[in-house]
C-alpha cells in the first residue's frame, strides 16, 4: 500500500477514536451538571408530585451507564432519540438546523478565505509598508471588536441609517437562494469581520517565513517578480500552516457563532443547543455536541491530510 | 344637553381615532351623567368604529421562545407559546380588558345560587380547523385531560377542584368540591384551550377553533398561521395572515421593529423606552397589569419568623426609587400584598407603605435580631434588573442600621436551587385575572406554590368563604381584610407593580391596552389590523 494512504487511514482511525472518547466525555459533562431534566423544565412550577411524575415519564431514573449505552446504539442505527422537552425528532430538527448553519459558515468562508490569503500575500509583498500596516491594522481591529458589538455596529448602520438590509437573520425552506442571500448578509459580514484577521497574519507570517530561504534568494537573482516568487515558490510551501488555520477558522465557523446566531435570530444550531442546554434536554445537547466534535476532528483530520499531501518529503518518501 | 351632547360627539371622536383610553373615556362621559355601563358600550363601539381593515400579513417578533416549546396548551409556560395558543385556540371564555367575562365557545354561563354547580351552554356550529365542530363532549374530554397528572397541566390546579364534569347536549355541567364564584375566569386560563376529543391521541397537534390555524410550527424561530375561513366570530381576526418570530435579542427586536420587519414586539427594555419614544412609525404601549416584582421571605425560618423583622424589612425597601430606577418609570409602587387595581374587587383604602429608616430601626431593634448578616440571594433572571433592585434594597436597609447582605445566585438552577429554596430571595409573578386565583396558588397554607410558607387560619377561613360569597360588597370586605393580613404579617415584599411594555408600529389599527396580559393579553394580533 502507498505510505500516504496508510497515514490517511491511520488519521481516519484516529479521528474516529477520538469521537468515541468525546461521546464519553460530553455524556459525563452533561451528567455533572446540577439539578436535571425534570427540574429544568418544570422550573417555578416543580412540586415533588410534578418532579417524580417527569422523572419517571422521561426514563431519568434509569442508571447513567444504561442511558449512555442506548444513546450511543441510537447513533449508530442514526436514531438520535426524540427531544424530552417537547417531544420533537432530534435528527429531522437538528437536520435543517444543521443545513442552515453550514450555509451561513459556508457564505462566510466563501469571502473571507479568498480574502483573507490575498490579504495575507499582499501584506508580505509589502511587508513592513504602509499596504502591510493598513491591512493589519484594519483586520486586527475588527477582530479585537466583539462580535456582538461589530454585530450592533452593522444592524445600526446596514438597516437603520443605510437600510438595505435586515436585521433579523431567519432563513425558511421555500426561500429563493438570493432571498437567503440578502437574509443571511449582516451575520456573514460579521463574521467575515471576525475570522479574517487570523488567517490573514497566518497567512503573511507563513510566507514571511519561506521567504528567509535560500532558494528565495535564487528565485530573486534569477529576476522574477515579487509577487511570482510568492505565489510560485513561497504560497505552496506554506500552505500546511495556512491550511491549519483556515480549518480552525472554518470550524469556528460553523460550531462558535452563537453568539452571532443570538443576535441576529438565525435559526441554526448554535441557538437550539442553548436552549436545550438551559433546559437540560440531555438528549439534544449531548447529539448537538457530538456533531460540533465532529465537525471539529473532521476539519482538523483535513488540515493535517493536506498538511501531508502538501509537503513533497511526506508525498514521496525514500 | 346640547353641550354635553356635543362633548359626548368630540369623546366618541377622540375615542375612534385612537387618541383616548377606554379608562379615560369611561371617566370623562360619566362626568357627563353618562351610565358607565353605557360608556363602556359606546367606547367599544367607538373602537371598532375605527374601522378594521381586512387583509394582510401581521408580523410579531417577541422574546420568550425557545426550540423546545410545544404546541400542547397545557404545557404553555413562556411568552410565545402563549401568544401561538391564543392564535390558534379558543377557550370557553376569555376576559375583556374591563375585567368582564367575554364569552367564546361558551355562549351562555350560569351557576346553582351557592357557587357550586356551573352551567356552560356551548355555542353551536364552531368549527374546528380540520373540520367538525366543537361538541360538549370536547369540552369535558380537555377539562378531563387537563386533571390527569401525567399532562402536566399549568392548569392542574383550576380542574382539580372539579368533581363532576358532565355533557349533556348542548350543556356542561361542572360540579365544584367547593364554591366558587369565580369559575368564569379560571376557565378563561389560557392552558385551557378547546381541542378535539380533549387533545387526547395528540396533544400538540395544534388543532383548535380559534379564528387561525397553525401552518408553520418551527419553536424557537417562527410560528405562522392563516385565516381560518369558518371562524365563527366575524369582529375579530383580520389579517389573512399572522407570523410570530422569535427574536429573543433585546436589540434585534426593536431593531426589527424600527424597520419595518414586523410590527409589534413585547418585552420592551424600559431603559430604552425614551429613545424609541422620539421614533417615527414607532408606538409605545405601557399597559399596567398584575405582574410583579418580589423579595420573599419564609415565614417559618430564623430570622423571619419574627414579624418585626419583617416589617422592619418593608419598611427598609424604597418603592418609589425602585419604579423609577428599575422599571424607568413604568409601573407602580407596590404595597405588600400582590393586588392592585387591575384586579376586580380591589379595595383601595390603604395607605402607601413608603421607605422610613427610622420605622424600619425601631422594628429591627424591637426584634432583637443579634446583628447577623440577613441574606438576600437575587440572579439577573429573577427578573429584569433583579440584581440591581436588591442592591439598591441593600443600600436602604443598611442606612437604616439592617444589616442586609445581597448574595449573587446564578441563573442556571435558580428555580430549583434557591427560590422556594433558601429563605429570603429575588422572584416574580405574573398576576391572575382574579383574587381568589392569585390568594389561592400562592399564599393559601396548602398551596404548592405558598413560596412564604405563609400558614394563616384567618386567611384561609376568609379565601375559602369569599369564593361561595356572591354579593360583591361582602365580598370585597372579606378581601380587604386579607390584604391587610398579608401585607402586615406576610413574608412578602412587593416593592413594585410592573407594566408590559410593547412597541407597536402606526401601520396597526385596533390596539386597546389590556391589564390580563402582555400584547393585549396574547391577543393583538387576532383583535388588530393593518392600516397600510
Same mark, same amino acid.
Given at each position: 500500500m502507498h505510505p500516504i494512504l496508510i497515514l490517511v487511514v491511520q488519521r481516519v482511525a484516529l479521528g474516529l477514536l477520538l469521537l468515541l472518547a468525546v461521546s464519553a466525555v460530553i455524556f459525563l459533562g452533561v451528567e455533572a451538571l446540577p439539578g436535571d431534566t425534570a427540574q429544568a423544565i418544570l422550573g417555578q412550577q416543580a412540586t415533588p408530585e410534578a418532579l417524580a411524575n417527569m422523572?419517571?415519564?422521561?426514563?431519568?431514573?434509569?442508571?447513567?451507564?444504561t442511558r449512555y449505552f442506548q444513546w450511543l446504539g441510537g447513533i449508530l442505527t442514526g436514531d438520535l432519540g426524540t427531544a424530552l422537552t417537547n417531544g420533537a425528532d432530534i435528527a429531522q430538527s437538528i437536520g435543517q438546523r444543521l443545513g442552515n448553519t453550514l450555509f451561513l459558515a459556508g457564505c462566510a468562508a466563501v469571502i473571507a478565505v479568498p480574502l483573507a490569503i490575498i490579504l495575507g500575500l499582499v501584506a508580505a509583498r509589502y511587508a513592513g509598508r504602509w499596504p502591510d500596516k493598513l491591512i493589519s491594522g484594519i483586520t486586527l481591529t475588527t477582530i479585537s471588536l466583539p462580535e456582538f458589538v461589530a454585530a450592533y455596529f452593522v444592524i445600526y448602520l446596514l438597516t437603520q441609517l443605510i437600510p438595505v438590509f435586515q436585521p433579523v437573520a431567519m432563513v425558511f425552506p421555500g426561500m429563493s437562494f438570493w432571498a437567503k442571500l440578502h437574509a443571511v448578509a449582516l451575520p456573514v459580514i460579521v463574521l467575515v469581520l471576525v475570522v479574517l484577521a487570523h488567517m490573514m497574519r497566518m497567512t503573511r507570517a507563513a510566507i514571511l517565513n519561506v521567504m528567509q530561504s535560500a532558494y528565495v534568494e535564487t528565485a530573486e537573482l534569477k529576476g522574477l517578480s515579487p509577487m511570482t516568487i510568492i505565489w510560485k515558490h513561497a504560497f505552496p510551501n506554506a500552505i500546511a500552516p495556512v491550511v491549519s488555520v483556515v480549518m480552525l477558522n472554518l470550524a469556528y465557523l460553523v460550531v462558535g457563532v452563537v453568539v452571532v446566531e443570538v443576535v441576529f435570530g438565525y435559526n441554526a444550531l448554535g441557538q437550539y443547543l442553548v436552549d436545550h442546554v438551559t433546559k437540560r434536554d440531555l438528549p439534544v445537547v449531548q447529539a448537538v455536541g457530538l456533531i460540533f466534535a465532529a465537525v471539529y476532528i473532521f476539519l482538523n483530520m483535513l488540515a493535517d491530510i493536506i498538511g501531508i499531501l502538501s509537503n513533497p518529503r511526506l508525498r514521496h518518501p525514500k | 344637553m346640547n353641550d354635553k351632547h356635543k362633548q359626548l360627539d368630540w369623546m366618541v371622536a377622540q375615542a375612534k381615532a385612537g387618541r383616548m383610553t377606554r379608562r379615560e373615556f369611561v371617566g370623562r362621559t360619566t362626568a357627563l351623567g353618562v351610565s358607565a355601563g353605557l360608556a363602556s358600550a359606546l367606547?367599544? /363601539?367607538?373602537?371598532? !368604529?375605527?374601522?378594521?381593515?381586512?387583509g394582510g400579513v401581521i408580523r410579531l417578533g417577541m422574546q420568550g421562545g425557545e426550540s423546545t416549546n410545544s404546541l400542547d396548551p397545557a404545557v404553555a409556560a413562556s411568552e410565545v407559546p402563549y401568544q401561538v395558543n391564543m392564535t390558534w385556540g379558543e377557550m370557553l371564555c376569555d376576559v375583556n380588558p374591563d375585567g368582564t367575562i367575554d364569552l367564546r365557545i361558551a355562549e351562555e354561563i350560569s351557576s346553582s345560587p351557592d357557587a357550586t354547580e356551573w352551567k356552560f351552554k356551548i355555542r353551536q356550529g364552531v368549527e374546528y380547523h380540520g373540520g367538525g365542530t366543537v361538541t360538549a363532549e370536547d369540552v369535558v374530554a380537555t377539562l378531563k385531560r387537563h386533571t390527569d397528572e401525567k399532562a402536566q397541566s399549568g392548569a392542574l390546579g383550576i380542574v382539580q377542584g372539579i368533581t363532576e364534569m358532565k355533557a349533556?347536549?348542548?350543556?356542561?355541567?361542572? /360540579?365544584?368540591?367547593? !364554591?366558587?364564584?369565580?369559575?368564569?375566569?379560571l376557565m378563561a386560563d389560557y392552558h385551557l384551550m378547546i381541542q378535539p376529543g380533549g387533545g387526547v391521541d395528540n396533544p400538540a397537534a395544534g388543532i383548535g377553533a380559534g379564528p387561525y390555524s397553525v401552518v408553520v410550527n418551527e419553536p424557537g424561530v417562527r410560528h405562522t398561521f392563516k385565516k381560518h375561513a369558518n371562524y365563527f366570530d366575524s369582529t375579530i381576526g383580520h389579517a389573512d395572515e399572522i407570523e410570530i418570530l422569535v427574536i429573543n435579542d433585546n436589540t434585534a427586536r426593536t431593531a426589527a421593529l424600527q424597520s419595518g420587519q414586523v410590527h409589534m414586539i413585547n418585552r420592551v427594555?424600559?431603559?430604552?423606552?425614551?429613545?424609541?419614544?422620539?421614533?417615527?412609525?414607532?408606538q409605545i404601549k405601557a399597559v399596567a397589569g398584575r405582574g410583579h416584582y418580589v423579595f420573599i421571605m419564609h415565614v417559618d425560618k430564623a430570622p423571619f419568623d419574627n414579624n418585626d423583622l419583617r416589617m422592619a424589612l418593608k419598611y427598609a425597601i424604597n418603592r418609589g426609587e425602585m419604579v423609577e430606577k428599575i422599571l424607568g418609570g413604568l409601573g407602580k409602587p407596590g404595597n405588600d400584598f400582590p393586588i392592585n387595581a387591575a384586579y376586580p374587587l380591589f379595595d383601595d383604602k390603604f395607605e402607601q407603605r413608603e421607605y422610613d429608616a427610622a420605622k424600619a430601626a425601631e422594628y429591627y431593634k424591637k426584634s432583637g435580631h443579634d446583628g447577623s448578616p440577613i441574606v438576600l440571594r437575587t440572579a439577573p433572571g429573577a427578573f429584569p434588573g433583579a440584581v440591581d433592585a436588591a442592591n439598591l434594597f441593600a443600600a436602604s436597609a443598611n442606612a437604616a442600621g439592617i444589616p442586609l447582605q445581597v448574595k449573587l445566585e446564578p441563573d442556571d438552577g435558580y428555580w430549583s436551587n434557591v427560590w422556594n429554596v433558601e429563605p429570603f430571595c429575588a422572584s416574580y409573578w405574573g398576576g391572575r385575572p382574579v383574587q381568589d386565583q392569585m390568594y389561592t396558588t400562592a399564599y393559601l397554607s396548602t398551596a404548592d406554590w405558598n413560596d412564604t410558607k405563609f400558614k394563616n387560619a384567618r386567611f384561609d377561613e376568609l379565601l375559602l368563604a369569599a369564593r361561595g360569597e356572591l354579593d360583591e360588597a361582602k365580598r370585597k370586605g372579606m378581601y380587604s381584610e386579607m390584604a391587610q393580613i398579608l401585607r402586615d404579617e406576610g413574608g412578602l415584599i412587593l416593592p413594585m407593580f410592573n407594566d408590559f411594555v410593547s412597541g407597536v408600529s402606526d401601520t396597526i389599527g385596533g390596539w386597546v391596552d389590556d391589564p390580563n396580559g402582555e400584547l393585549m393579553n396574547g391577543r393583538a394580533q387576532v383583535r388588530c389590523w393593518l392600516n397600510a
Open positions: 422523572r419517571e415519564k422521561m426514563g431519568l431514573n434509569q442508571p447513567p451507564l | 367606547f367599544g /363601539k367607538a373602537a371598532l !368604529a375605527q374601522e378594521a381593515k381586512k349533556e347536549g348542548d350543556m356542561v355541567t361542572l /360540579k365544584l368540591n367547593a !364554591a366558587n364564584a369565580d369559575l368564569p375566569y427594555d424600559p431603559k430604552i423606552v425614551d429613545l424609541l419614544k422620539g421614533v417615527a412609525g414607532v
